[in-house]
């Protein structure tokens, strides 16, 4: 069950519910108010069938510019428009705020409809001329025009016809694509509960999934789809384009509101801050700092930082699930005027905490293509994961890396940055060695703090493609391999022994159990799997790095007593050990019983 959604548009009085009824026989003012003023001042919603069997809703909006913040919400979720301009007044004042709107969004498929043509039959011609005119550098440029009467019922079935050549053109809408329902009512109905409703211009809804409602400054809130009606009649699917009433589980009518969204959950980037290029509208350089932005239903308050004429970044009050591409409508807070449009060439931009930096964003922005920049974005980073890009809109299923960019497991990583990494890592490990020529390597965590957060999730491939070696939590440079011959197994099992208790060194006994006498141990030690210590005192190569780890916590300065009890050794292991450590610099003594840690 899917349908076309057509908004209305044009000047307060123009016919355009009249319009709406006599198409559908509908009444599209939903409040008493409205019918008692025969004044639009919410959105009104109406349907039919046109005579190919198209079904067709309509969103009729208010044409006064006291309510240009309600005839936002209906026009911003539209993808086809139906121009109003009554033949006896011609274009007017919000004529002209309505057509900024449609460029600002970029609506681009509709028809123009001069109405009240039998009050003024001569001047119907002029009226489409002037409305062609105005329309010219919009989405509607090329229209096709229609003179009716509403209450005549003069021309409606020619009206009929055009519309269903119009919507036989527009695009089929995606229904595989990301859900977000922005939602333009909210109430409750007796024995349901919460209901909401919206356009449904892309996505699939469906009866039991779970979903999230998010936006207007609120906590995100997960709620549970307990049924679905598209034009009065119930259903257990919804596919774009569609009119959706939603019954919701878990949330109170009270509690939702226009200008929210129901998204699916984890698919969407939640957007603060964006950077964007004018589409339509005043220059940026023109615009005020703080103004309100529009997207969908939302209306939110904004802040704007100005590249230059063309390029602007944009604090939001509160975040909004957006994506590249996504269009805003700027408008004046204080004159509710359209000022314009901007299209996001990035929701998730970079600081700029540095003099300068503004203007130098401000040239990437200005060569950035519409679609956003993904090898700037993964560049950026160094690395970025394919679901984040995904989220902000840079990738899709026939999105393919670019050529500086390698996917590595659900990764996209910058190959430039990535040899940076790696030279970066063997320069460091080389210094290590150079300093201290028993060194164990760096650690893991010394290792990925310089080269970032991003890299971090590939350390292992870049020690092997840097021609290193990591050894029990150390990266290295590769060792010498010693032949151990049949002392091998009696050193593996003389290293698992000293892995679980790195500090009780085995007796001479011990060792002599194990296959190993002077002769093995020495070879051991060349190929450093063992350290040698005074006293037949034998350990791993990283006892010295870990005795280090538990004397710093220990109260400066410390005892020797103090120190055997922190390692849990004895004096036989502890005072060869601490020699060893006073030999390397790592501690300091300071008289016969207490030494620091000075490293």
Same mark, same amino acid.
């Given at each position: ?12 009085? #123009?016919? =355009? ?7 559908t026989?509908?009444?599209?003012? %939903? ?7 025969? /004044?639009?001042i ?9 005579p ?23 026009l ?9 301009v ?15 709107? @449609?460029?600002?969004?970029? @609506? ?5 409809? !001069? ?16 409305? $062609? ?8 440029r ?7 009467s509403?209450?005549?019922?003069i021309?409606?079935?020619?009206? =009929? ?11 089929a809408?995606?229904a595989?694509?990301?859900? %977000?329902?922005?939602?333009d ?11 909401? *409703?919206?356009? +449904?211009?892309?996505? *699939?809804l469906?009866k ?29 699917? +919804?596919?774009?384009?569609? $009119? ?34 004018r589409?339509? &509208? ?9 103004? *309100? ?11 704007? $930082? ?30 509710h ?7 996001? /060439? ?13 203007? %130098? ?10 679609e956003?920049?993904?090898?700037? =974005? ?45 030279? =970066? ?16 390597g ?8 310089p080269? &970032?957060?991003?890299?971090? #999730? ?26 151990? &011959? ?11 022994? +000293? ?30 799997? !063992? ?18 780890q ?21 004096? %036989?292991?502890?005072i060869?050990?601490?020699? #060893?450590l ?8 300071i ?9």
């Open positions: 069950m899917t349908t076309h959604v057509v908004a209305t548009a044009g000047h307060v009085d #123009h016919g =355009k519910s009249t319009l709406i009824r006599a198409l026989g509908m009444e599209p003012d %939903r409040w008493e108010e409205e019918r008692r003023r025969g /004044l639009t919410d959105l009104g919603f109406a349907w039919t069938t046109l190919s069997g198209r079904e067709v809703a309509f969103v009729d909006v208010p044409g006064h510019e006291r309510f240009i913040r309600n005839a936002l919400a209906g911003a979720t539209a993808p086809v428009v139906c121009f109003v009554a033949a006896d007044e011609g274009w007017s004042a919000q004529s002209s705020d309505h057509r900024d709107a @449609i460029a600002a969004l970029g @609506i681009r498929h509709g028809l123009i409809v !001069v109405t009240k043509a039998d009050r003024a039959p001569d001047l119907v011609a002029a009226t489409i001329e002037r409305a $062609r005119s105005e329309l010219a550098h919009t989405g509607l090329d229209a096709p025009a229609v003179a009716v509403a209450v005549q019922s021309g409606l079935d020619t009206l =009929k016809q055009v519309l269903d050549d119009v919507l036989a053109e527009t695009p809408p995606d595989d694509g990301r859900l %977000r329902l922005w939602i009512r909210s109430f409750s109905v007796s024995g349901a509960g919460t209901v909401v *409703t919206g356009t +449904l211009v892309a996505g *699939t469906t039991d999934a779970r979903l999230v409602v998010v936006g207007d400054g609120r906590e995100p809130r997960e709620v549970v789809v307990r049924g679905l009606e598209s034009r009065d009649s119930a259903a257990d699917v +919804l596919r774009p384009m569609n $009119r959706a009433a939603v019954n919701l589980r878990g949330v109170a009518a009270g509690e939702i509101r226009r200008g929210q969204a129901l998204i699916a959950p984890g698919a969407w980037f939640f957007a603060t801050v964006v950077d964007a290029r589409i339509g &509208g005043a220059a940026l350089d023109e615009v005020p700092e703080q103004l *309100t932005v529009h997207i969908g239903t939302a209306t939110v308050p904004a802040r704007l $930082r100005r590249f230059d004429a063309e390029h602007a970044r944009i604090t939001l009050d509160w975040p909004l699930p957006l994506i590249v591409g996504d269009r805003l409508l700027l408008r004046d807070p204080g004159r005027l359209v000022l314009g449009g901007v299209g996001v /060439l990035d929701p998730d931009p970079p600081p700029l905490p540095r003099r300068g930096d503004g203007a %130098r964003r401000g040239v990437a922005l200005a060569a950035m293509p519409p956003g920049d993904v090898l700037a =974005k993964v560049a950026s980073r160094g690395a970025v994961e394919a679901d984040y890009l995904r989220r902000i809109g840079l990738l899709d299923a026939d999105t393919a890396p670019p050529p500086e960019v390698r996917e590595v497991s659900n990764w996209w990583v910058h190959l430039p940055t990535y040899d940076d990494w790696r030279l =970066k890592l063997r320069v460091m490990v080389e210094n290590d060695a150079q300093q201290d020529q028993l060194t164990l760096i650690s893991q965590g010394a290792a990925r703090d080269l &970032g957060p991003s890299a971090a #999730h590939f350390i292992d491939q870049l020690v092997a493609d840097a021609g290193l070696e990591l050894h029990n939590g150390y990266v290295r440079l590769p060792r010498v391999r010693v032949d151990l &011959g049949r002392a091998e197994v009696g050193v593996a099992k003389l290293e698992a022994r +000293l892995l679980a208790n790195p500090f009780l060194a085995p007796l001479v006994g011990d060792l002599a159990a194990l296959g190993l006498g002077a002769r093995e141990l020495a070879a051991a030690e060349r190929a450093q799997r !063992v350290l040698r210590l005074q006293g037949g005192v034998v350990l791993l190569p990283s006892a010295p790095e870990l005795a280090i538990a004397l710093a916590q220990l109260p400066q300065p410390f005892t020797t007593s103090q120190a055997r009890q922190a390692l849990g050794t004895s004096r %036989r292991v502890a060869p050990l601490l020699e #060893h006073d030999g390397r610099g790592w501690t300091r003594r008289d016969d019983e207490h030494r620091e840690v000075v490293r």
